[in-house]
């Protein structure tokens, strides 16, 4: 999985979905989120010849970018089609339409908060279609360039 930026750095930059969180007053924390903006930053496949129409999204604090506090699969096809095609347990076609943690890469305390944040508030049928426009994008990108080739 390559960053989306990385191939489509202004549209990334445009396009990236961020969060707001706002704590209460004499809260500490929001669900282990501390108040600010977080960003869910997108990741396609590289591989052209492979159809697997979903995103990983690592999701950062704005004041921290060194940290993911969190790593979500998301697809944005129906559920048919991911169970038709993916040698998975039979749940992973429904978590992935409708976002979940990614269980090999890391995560946070804060993830299941980010996780459910996602769910609510950032998935709607406009960033839907804006995911499945990017991953178009990345992959018009990519057979230009001729396939991924890390910088040197
Ligand atoms: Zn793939």
Redesign the pocket.
């Known amino acids: 999985m390559i960053p989306f930026h990385t191939l489509c750095p202004e549209i990334a930059q445009r396009e990236v979905r961020c969060i707001h969180v706002l704590v209460a007053s004499g809260a500490v924390s929001h669900g282990g989120l501390s108040a600010g903006e977080y960003a869910y930053v997108e990741f396609y496949?590289d591989?052209l010849d492979?159809d697997?129409r979903r995103v990983f999204l690592e999701v950062i604090a704005r004041h921290q970018q060194d940290k993911v506090l969190a790593s979500i699969n998301y697809g944005w096809e129906k559920q048919s089609f991911y169970r038709k095609r993916l040698p998975w347990p039979p749940d992973a076609a429904r978590d992935i339409v409708r976002g979940a943690l990614d269980p090999l890469n890391q995560q946070s305390e804060a993830s299941e908060e980010l996780l459910r944040i996602f769910q609510r508030q950032v998935l709607d049928e406009k960033y839907r279609l804006r995911l499945r426009r990017h991953h178009q994008l990345f992959r018009e990108e990519l057979r230009r360039r001729g396939g991924w080739k890390p910088p040197t």
């Open positions: 496949c591989d492979c697997c």
